[in-house]
């Protein structure tokens, strides 16, 4: 993730995915500017609506979190 101020978080992402969900859990390398030294785990979940007629892939409604800590200043 690239934020405005040009920080960044660096996270790597596992996906265990069906035809009509998906669950994955999130792990923060690194981090650099206002999120240098950041660590942290997340985990989500979506939930495939069915096709309809024309669209070219799925829709979803999802949900995760994301707890972090950063070193004090």
Same mark, same amino acid.
């Given at each position: 993730?690239? /934020?405005?101020?040009?920080?960044?978080?660096?996270?790597?992402?596992?996906?265990?995915?069906?035809?009509?969900?998906?669950?994955?859990?999130?792990?923060?390398?690194?981090?650099?500017?206002? /999120?240098?030294?950041?660590?942290?785990?997340?985990?989500?979940?979506?939930?495939?609506?069915?096709?309809?007629?024309?669209? =070219?892939? =799925?829709? %979803?409604? %999802?949900?995760?979190?994301?707890?972090?800590?950063?070193?004090?200043?």
């Amino acid at each position: 993730m690239t /934020f405005s101020d040009g920080s960044t978080i660096v996270m790597k992402v596992q996906t265990e995915r069906t035809s009509t969900s998906s669950k994955l859990t999130r792990e923060i390398i690194k981090g650099t500017g206002r /999120f240098e030294g950041i660590k942290g785990t997340g985990t989500g979940a979506t939930k495939f609506l069915p096709l309809e007629e024309g669209e =070219p892939g =799925p829709k %979803g409604m %999802g949900q995760g979190s994301i707890t972090y800590t950063l070193p004090s200043k």
